[in-house]
């Protein structure tokens, strides 16, 4: 049979096509829907679409007293959810011109940091696992946060959702000889940071497939808000606890590990440091540790005087902040909730133009992004 | 440079500029919004940092408040601009900061402020063929429990 020869037939025939990755994926850290527009493999346009998880919670805190949304705010970075307790607490003690004891501020510091270890090593090997060092580094890490976890379930009796820190305190005082425990925890995870180094971080497929990929220049980084571990990885030295301690973090010596180019292998290497650092943060907090009674002294229910405040933390993310107005009733008027996954996940499209679909889930696990609080 | 002298550079610069009493920002026309956003991002105060947008219902009126964070400076601004209720228009900041992209979003999917010259001005977190915006206080809806008496 003869060949038909028309104009086209000398080159295949190939168009743009739309592919959705996810609510429902095993990459995406939760149900965060990318609509990508893809030439092949090669991702030439990219939309974001969140809300999934929006669970209204800025217009459930108008409706509930202060101490009755710290609850909620577990629900917003469920990794870190102690250091979401943290800043809504700050944030209304800030309202309520409430000044807690020196023993409360020290406890908080341990908790908070071992909580930001606990949510990087979630990151760090989730990170991997998308990377397809399937299994053995998140169990690993999995393994090492339960370490942190049996921690905070006997200081609180919870494992993932705390409601630990109290407005004006704690919850409790930290039981017997945790402290002993802790120094024996973070003995632990020193080695077992070290191993991951060893095991992931000059691992040539890692490197091949993090080193140069995704990066967020300075300017970008900034213009986009983009705050935490990904704007370090940037070049970018700004840490509020440094910059802006609360707490008695200015009593502490730690250094701010920073980035050079920006890539997902720099995001990485950051977080890593970074629990290096927290660990250092918790051994000068349990030595230095005063006396005293860090649980709550005042009553349930506030009645702020009428104003507003806006107050932020160093998250695991980035910054959190809470924009809290109050009318002099016991419910907040209008409670915003400034979340650093939020801003963090809006550079994404930016980064994964022109990569491939494969990059694109090496980019949003370095990013690290938590859907609970970039929905609310 | 202390908010203080931020705000005097900004009334002998613009004029028209006042202060908020009870929170100390700056309160800005709505008229002037851009040109104070540009005078911010590329002259001495160097705000390379729109930290956050965020609305607040007055009922008498609705407030924006614009919280700038410069990292070149290490210093913060919170300007605030209000809007009539029935006039809740205004212009994007999204062309000198990106970040405003997603924070104006928001504010128009749950108070209904319309950003003008916003590159994708669509709902966020509700549903995109939702028509009201839950936070505003007049908001209503049969599941919605209303606040309870204290």
Known sequence: MELMITENNNSIHSEEFYVNMGPQHPSTHGVLYLELKLDGEVVVDCIVHIGYLHRSMEKIAENRTYTQFIPFTDRLDYLASMNNNLGYVLAVEKLLNLEVTERAKYIRVIIAELNRIASHLVAVGTFAQDLGAFATPLFYCFREREKIVELFDELCGNRLTYDYMRIGGVQFDLPQGIDEKIRQVIKYLRSRINDYESLLTYNTIFLIRSKDIGILPKDLALNYSVTGPNLRASGVKYDLRKDEPYLVYDKFQFDIPVGENGDAWDRYRVRMEEMRQSLRIIEQAIAGMPEGDPTAKVGRIHRPAAGEVYAKTENPRGVLGFYIVSDGSPCPYRLKIRAPSFSNLAVLPNLIKGLRVADVVCILGSLDVVMGEIDR | ?150
């Open chain 2, 1 to 150: 440079m202390q908010e203080n002298e931020m705000l005097q550079l900004l009334k002998g610069r613009f004029g028209q500029i006042t202060q908020e009493e009870a929170t100390k920002a700056a309160v800005v026309p709505k008229a002037l919004l851009l040109d104070v956003a540009d005078f911010l991002k590329n002259q001495e105060l160097a705000f390379d940092d729109l930290h956050c947008i965020t609305a607040i219902d007055r009922v008498e009126r609705i407030e924006l408040v614009y919280i700038f964070y410069s990292i070149e400076k290490r210093h913060t601004l919170t300007i605030k601009v209000y809007l009539a209720p029935d006039d809740l228009k205004i212009e994007s900041l999204a062309g000198l900061w990106r970040s405003a992209d997603w924070f104006e979003r928001e504010i128009y999917d749950l108070f209904g402020v319309y950003f003008l010259n916003h590159p994708d001005l669509r709902r966020i977190l509700n549903p995109y063929d939702w028509d009201a915006h839950p936070l505003r206080k007049d908001f209503s809806d049969p599941d919605f429990i209303k606040k309870p008496q204290y």
